[in-house]
């Protein structure tokens, strides 16, 4: 509890020269501390209860141990709910942190009061295996906690529910024909920073398409929350040929894998060939390397179309 309170005390400090978005990352590393504790309080109980197993210590059974491990238990789990909805509620990792603590030591109490049952009623000793049992489950809790805290520290996937919310806001402007390359940055609890592409006609007029896109950014901090920056790429949306082409490329590209997906498609047109520039979007952990994506789309759309040469830039989606 007083690490994390001192965690997030030290997270709200401002923004300064040296850390410009703010300390927020504070609270991911105190939640850290805290699931390394956990771990710790695991690993010495096995200890302690394998040592119990080879050696077992003589019990006792009492009625007013029984009643003080319940009110123990009882006042646990209420710190453990308070922690958690508390943390739910802004986003606190290290709140949830001593909410698994706290339920963990429900757990371990819960199994104290087992054994002493047990034996109580029926003269066996099980202490020793019921401590193994427990400390397992709290080392796996403590685990559990470092990785749900560690996973914003190095760079976490885009939630699909929170992709689909910021595109469909920002293509909800008029002038705003699509979106791509939305990447979400976290600072910490409450600081998120938020980048993207957004598609404009190509003959909008330029200093209208910056007015939309600006009333976009402005808007999307506000509902949402957060900063954002967005980049304005022009898209032609007007010219047949080209939406037969990149038609044409789409269904290629589905027949391939329709998990890919493309955009910044654009063409240019030679004295033999048409070349036809894009970016593909593949998943992270893709089979293929992106020299041999690259080399099956390309021969894939000139078995398709002789006159065609695709020039493709392979990219990692950000998206879970």
């Not at 008029?174 to 003959?203: K, Q």
Request: contains cysteine.
């Amino acid at each position: 509890s007083i690490i994390g309170f001192v965690g997030v005390k030290m997270a709200e400090k401002p923004a300064d020269d040296d850390h410009p978005f703010g300390h927020g990352r504070i609270e991911y590393i105190a939640a850290f501390i805290v699931a390394f504790l956990v771990i710790q309080v695991g690993f010495s109980l096995f200890k302690t209860s394998f040592g119990k197993v080879l050696h077992p210590e003589d019990m006792s059974f009492r009625w007013i141990s029984i009643l003080i491990l319940f009110m123990s238990v009882a006042i646990k789990l209420w710190l453990s709910c308070f922690n958690k909805k508390l943390g739910k509620r802004i986003n606190s990792k290290v709140m949830l942190a001593t909410s698994a603590d706290a339920l963990g030591d429900v757990v371990t109490t819960s199994a104290t009061i087992c054994s002493i049952g047990i034996y109580g009623a029926f003269g066996f000793n099980v202490d020793g295996i019921v401590g193994l049992i427990v400390s397992v489950v709290v080392m796996i809790a403590g685990v559990n906690i470092a990785k749900d805290t560690l996973a914003p520290l190095i760079g976490e996937a885009i939630d699909p529910e929170i992709y689909d919310k910021i595109t469909s806001f920002v293509e909800s402007f008029d002038g705003i024909v699509g979106s791509h390359d939305l990447i979400v940055h976290n600072y910490g609890p409450g600081r998120v920073f938020v980048t993207l592409h957004a598609e404009v006609p190509y003959t909008m007029n330029l200093l209208a398409a910056h007015d939309i896109i600006d009333i976009a950014e402005h808007r999307v901090a506000g509902q949402l929350h957060c900063g954002i920056s967005i980049h304005m790429d022009p898209v032609v949306n007007d010219d047949k040929e080209v939406e037969e082409l990149k038609e044409m490329v789409l269904e290629v590209i589905a027949e391939i894998d329709d998990r890919l997906s493309i955009h910044d498609f654009r063409s240019t047109k030679g004295p033999y060939l048409t070349n036809l520039i894009f970016d593909l979007v593949v998943p992270h952990q893709y089979k293929y390397t992106d020299k041999e994506v690259q080399d099956m789309v390309h021969n894939a759309i000139q078995k398709k179309n002789p006159k065609c040469f695709a020039v493709v830039t392979v990219e990692r989606s950000y998206i879970k």
